[in-house]
């Protein structure tokens, strides 16, 4: 897999040419948004743009937009796709802040691409691929709160076309709302954890999106590492941002009313565990009221959704019993008035964050339990 850095630090800059593949599109998009169709633009004699706001583009995920010509990439799991033909495909990215990676898919064949703030552009090729119709999806692999990034569109080396991508029917809708642990953090790494480079965070093998896709699911993913309910690493708490168009507490809220999910998965408490315990203080009295808090407040813009509630995956969620008797509480609450409302404790866990192996087995785990109950059919 091929990493290619190309980082905008003015106007539209180009980040990287992927050369048409010779198989045929493997179309992955989602929810149709109701966006102004802009024509392509020629801006040489080499190449043809196509505008972020051109209507061919499909947009899956929590998205800003305000700016239709550049909207704002955020959250983890947010994807564009068009099908194309075309000798080459640049993209074109603005505005980065942060670190932002993306998997770059054209007919399966992935490339990591890199747009990270405060870096020259470096833009790579990947060539001696033939001509055709071809399918490309940006998958944000980088979590919400490490960057994000304004996306300008693509520029097409004639001879040149583009298509909408047919659009897969889904049978049903996920969202996954957690820290660290759902949104893929360091699942990529070696032995130790790191957070300097976001290169190996990768929600794209995330357990969530492995379940999603085993279900061929919408889904998004509203996850911050170190977030917990009632205290953690980052200032945020859950209750303050699973709402927001933003992973912030000044951010305008999103909104729920042009996507709603039909299933709801929480994944939240390893940091209200860690954080106090790595600092000498008790685990936070105020966690259960919290959480059944948060929940109500899901439950609210979701009526009709099934609420899964989970526990685990690391040191916390699988051995700590200040948390688990807290949990256990919040759970009793909830489920004594929800009859939408169930839970779920993972037993495989890991005393580092989940490496990608890690995730196939919490994914497999979850998807065996979610068909045993037989609640997902009455959800499609």
């Excluded at 660290?180 to 995330?206: F, K, P």
Aim: charged residues 20%.
């Amino acid at each position: 897999m091929k990493t290619v850095k190309a980082i905008p630090l003015g106007q539209v800059l180009g980040l990287l040419v992927l050369a048409a593949c010779a198989s045929g599109p493997n179309p992955a998009t989602a929810q149709d948004v109701s966006r102004s169709t802009a024509p392509a633009v020629q801006s040489n004699r080499a190449s043809l743009r196509i505008p972020a706001a051109d209507g061919h583009f499909h947009y899956e995920g929590r998205i800003d937009f305000s700016d239709t010509n550049a909207p704002v990439l955020i959250w983890q799991a947010s994807r564009v796709s068009i099908d194309f033909v075309g000798n080459a495909v640049q993209l074109l990215f603005d505005d980065a802040k942060g670190q932002n990676y993306f998997n770059a898919r054209v007919d399966g064949s992935n490339t990591i691409v890199e747009a990270n703030e405060g870096m020259p552009v470096s833009p790579g090729t990947l060539s001696g691929f033939g001509p055709g119709r071809h399918h490309l999806e940006l998958f944000k692999r980088s979590e919400a709160n490490a960057g994000t990034v304004h996306f300008r569109g693509i520029e097409i080396v004639p001879p040149a076309k583009v298509w909408a991508p047919t659009l897969p029917h889904y049978p049903l809708a996920m969202e996954f709302i957690g820290d660290s642990i759902t949104v893929g953090a360091c699942n990529e790494d070696g032995a130790a954890d790191q957070w300097d480079d976001r290169r190996t965070h990768n929600c794209a093998l995330s357990y969530a999106t492995l379940t999603a896709e085993a279900f061929d699911a919408d889904y998004r993913n509203t996850a911050v590492s170190g977030m917990g309910v009632a205290m953690g690493w980052v200032p945020m708490k859950a209750g303050e941002i699973w709402n927001r168009l933003y992973p912030g507490t000044n951010s305008p809220p999103a909104d729920l009313h042009t996507w709603i999910p039909k299933v709801v998965f929480v994944n939240l408490g390893e940091n209200d565990d860690s954080y106090p315990r790595a600092h000498g203080q008790p685990f936070p009295a105020n966690f259960t009221g919290g959480y059944v808090a948060l929940i109500r407040a899901i439950r609210a813009a979701y009526p009709d959704a099934r609420i899964v509630l989970l526990r685990g995956g690391m040191f916390g969620g699988a051995r700590s019993e200040p948390l688990r008797i807290a949990w256990e509480s919040a759970v009793t609450q909830l489920e004594a008035g929800d009859k939408g409302i169930s839970h779920f404790v993972f037993k495989h866990w890991t005393s580092t964050h989940p490496r990608v192996a890690d995730d196939r087995i919490m994914a497999g785990e979850l998807c065996a339990w979610l068909k045993e109950q037989n609640f997902m059919q009455a959800y499609r």
